[in-house]
C-alpha cells in the first residue's frame, strides 16, 4: 500500500504526527548508558523514575528514555521498548473511533510523562508489532 499524497489528504485528520516525543530503551548496562548519552552526547538527565527503572534524557525537544532490565533482548523487539509520537490534538474517542476503523486495538488512555510534560497517551501496536504511543502534544 503506498501513502496517499498530502493534497488527497482531508483537512482534519484524526491523527497529525508533529514530532517524536521519546524513544524508549531497554538496557542491562544503566550506567554506561547514562554516561554515554549524558557524556559522550550531552543529553542532560531530566527526570528519574526510580521505581520503574526509567531514566529521561533530554535530546533537543525530545526524550531518549532507558529503562533498567534484566535482559535488554526480552520481547520481540530486541533493545527497544516503545517509541511514541506527539500528535497535534487528542480526542481520545476519535483516535480511537478512527484507529478501530483501521482495524487496530488500542490500551486504554493514561496521563504519562513525556517531552513536553505530562499529558494524555495510549498505546497500540504496528503490523510488525512494534509498541508506539500516541501521546498530546502540548
Do not use: W
Not at 119 to 136: F, I, M, R, T
Request: hydrophobic residues 40%; negative net charge.
Amino acid at each position: 500500500m503506498s501513502p496517499r499524497p498530502a493534497s488527497d489528504e482531508p483537512i482534519q485528520r484524526a491523527v497529525h504526527v508533529t514530532a517524536i516525543d521519546h524513544v524508549v530503551l531497554r538496557t542491562t548496562q544503566l550506567q554506561a548508558q547514562l554516561r554515554f548519552y549524558t557524556e559522550v552526547l550531552c543529553c542532560p538527565l531530566e527526570k528519574v523514575q526510580a521505581d520503574i527503572g526509567l531514566y529521561q534524557l533530554r535530546a533537543g525537544d525530545a526524550l531518549i528514555d532507558l529503562l533498567e532490565v534484566e535482559n535488554a533482548a526480552d520481547g520481540a523487539n530486541g533493545n527497544m521498548d516503545h517509541f511514541c509520537l506527539q500528535i497535534a490534538s487528542f480526542d481520545a474517542a476519535a483516535l480511537q473511533t478512527h484507529l478501530a476503523a483501521h482495524g487496530v486495538a488500542t490500551g486504554g488512555v493514561e496521563t504519562r510523562y513525556g517531552a513536553q510534560g505530562n499529558g494524555p497517551s495510549l498505546y497500540l501496536h504496528d503490523p510488525d508489532g512494534n509498541l508506539v504511543e500516541l501521546k498530546a502534544s502540548g
